[in-house]
């Protein structure tokens, strides 16, 4: 009989040869990715706005949703806590240091990983085991590129446009939220307020962020779609695991950014 | 050689031209971020503005940081731009440049001065310089361009003396050098402390037995405001009955037989009144028909009056006295008649 312990001895294991095998999976993808010869390029770039409608544009009602109340729920709390000590000059700080630089990005992934990440298991899981893809140990160059490269390029250009469109739609309804709470800010001062507390290095961060996590949720996800799944019931524990560990990889990439703000 | 036929241009499809749309929109809304960022961090830092070199000395540099905004009247008018330490010999520890930004170098005359004030309490320290009043400008412009500096009272070129006008310094005591000042200041002030503390030891002893005391006092009062119901009670029946005239103090203070004689006494008064009343009555009417009597003889008197002077008259008229009332013809300056 297995106990915990060897349990724990047997992932100890099987982590380093797991996280290799992954690693050499990203490796060959971010190649095929970069390396898509010109006769390819028209069928690719179909493939990839077929990836960046499914994953990016049918996205966008549910990311307003979520900026919206990302931009009510922190400036409504914001506002409360700051009016007692008289600072509500300093919403516009706070909208960039909690939605600009950390919940924005990190909210996009989540949202992006569950749904759209999800779906690319599922879907390259049905397609290796109907045979219409091969396993992830022999997959080919030109299957990569078919498969996976449009998925990469697109779940970045989609996480990258959909951070972007929920941190607008965040800030501005945190102002809408600060005018009907009565706090006397203009917007041409919380404009300024958040301009005064941006640094160049956001912008470049932002876009930087969002679409390595992009690139990193496509890849886990096709990784595991990939994997020899040999029954219907292997999926959802595939796709849980696709989520768990794109997130964990993001929220530690996000961690090495943090350490790049404070390292400027 | 290539036999494939050439790939016709698709038009492109309504996914693909929504998907181009929200990659462009979301682009477009990094870039006016971005570009909104810039203008103001260009307006805030005054990047396209000109400037002008002043320098100052102070003896920390603890605090300061070169970046730092200068401040003057609430704004941010420049920044830090060096921070050196002087040699050795020196009087001044520490050479501070600062650059001032269009147009709040104007503002700044022979007379200004750069104060070194501590900003807030993690020991940071802000250069505010003050407004001049009196003197002359320290820059002159030419062609909107900071030109000509004052330097000892005289207009230098600014090439000439790149380091601008100096400014001088009132340097304040960082918050650490205040906070260890205002230590010893408590230290010294301890002993005085110690004895006013003990002084109050002593006075809150004595309060205590005061309010041993107090607490006793208000022991007995209590006792005896326990007593005063009874008291209060006697004293609403004895207010009743002074508000009853035949109550038992009416009867004290005029006993009832005195009352009764009283009133027998005063029947008697008001009856011997009544009879000199109607006596009184009585005179009057006599006196009025006295009176009326008198009035009718008056009447007679008059009418002999009346008649006496008639008969003087006849008699006057008559011949044989007519002689004895004769009177004297009137003395007159008049002509006589003829």
Known sequence: MQTWVDNVGQHALRSPAALRHRFRFGRAAFTATLSVPRALRPALREATAEQIWRSGVRQLPFIGLVGLALGLLVVGQAVALLRQVSAQRYIGTVMVTVVLRELGPLLTVFLVAARAGTATVVELGAMTITGKAAHVDRLGMRTMRELVVPRVTGLAISVFCLTIYLIAVALASGYLVAFLQGVPLRAGAYCGQLAEAMHWMDFVFIAAKAALFGVVIAIVSCYHGLEQLLRIEEFPAATTRAVVESLAICVVLDAVFLAGYFLR | ?338
């Open chain 2, 1 to 338: 050689m290539n036999n494939e036929p050439k790939p016709v241009e698709a038009t492109p499809s309504r996914t693909e031209r929504l998907v181009g749309v929200f990659i462009v929109l979301a682009i477009v809304l990094l870039l006016v971020g971005f570009a909104y960022f810039l203008y103001h961090t260009a307006e805030r830092k005054g990047w396209r503005v000109p400037r002008c070199p002043y320098f100052t000395f102070v003896q920390s540099a603890e605090g300061l940081e070169v970046g730092d905004p200068v401040k003057m009247m609430g704004f941010d008018i420049g920044e830090i731009s060096v921070i050196e330490a002087q040699p050795p010999a020196s009087y001044y520890n520490i050479y501070v440049g600062i650059t001032i930004r269009r147009p709040y170098y104007g503002y700044i005359w022979a007379d200004s001065k750069v104060r070194i004030a501590s900003a807030g309490l993690l020991g940071r320290r802000q250069l505010e310089i003050t407004k001049g009043y009196a003197g002359a400008p320290t820059v002159y412009d030419k062609h909107d361009r900071p030109d000509e500096i004052l330097v000892d009272g005289k207009r230098t070129p600014l090439a000439a003396a790149p380091k601008g006008p100096f400014l001088i310094p009132e340097e304040m005591a960082s918050v650490s050098d205040r906070a260890d000042k205002l230590l010893a200041d408590i230290q010294a002030a301890l002993p005085g402390v110690l004895l006013l503390t003990n002084r109050l030891n002593g006075v809150l002893d004595n309060t205590s037995v005061l309010l041993t005391s107090s607490t006793g006092l208000v022991h007995n009062l209590d006792q005896t405001i326990a007593q005063l119901p009874p008291v209060l009670s006697n004293v609403a029946v004895i207010t009743a009955n002074l508000r009853n005239p035949q109550g038992s103090l009416g009867d004290w203070l005029v006993p009832v037989d005195l009352r009764t004689n009283l009133n027998a006494q005063l029947t008697l008064l008001a009856g011997d009144l009544n009879n000199i009343l109607l006596h009184v009555s009585d005179i009057t009417s006599n006196l009025n028909q006295q009176v009326q009597s008198n009035d009718q003889i008056l009447s007679n008197i008059s009418t002999l009056v009346v008649d006496t002077d008639n008969l003087v008259q006849g008699l006057k008229r008559h011949w044989l006295l007519r002689g004895a009332f004769a009177t004297k013809p009137a003395t007159t300056n008049a002509p006589p008649k003829k």
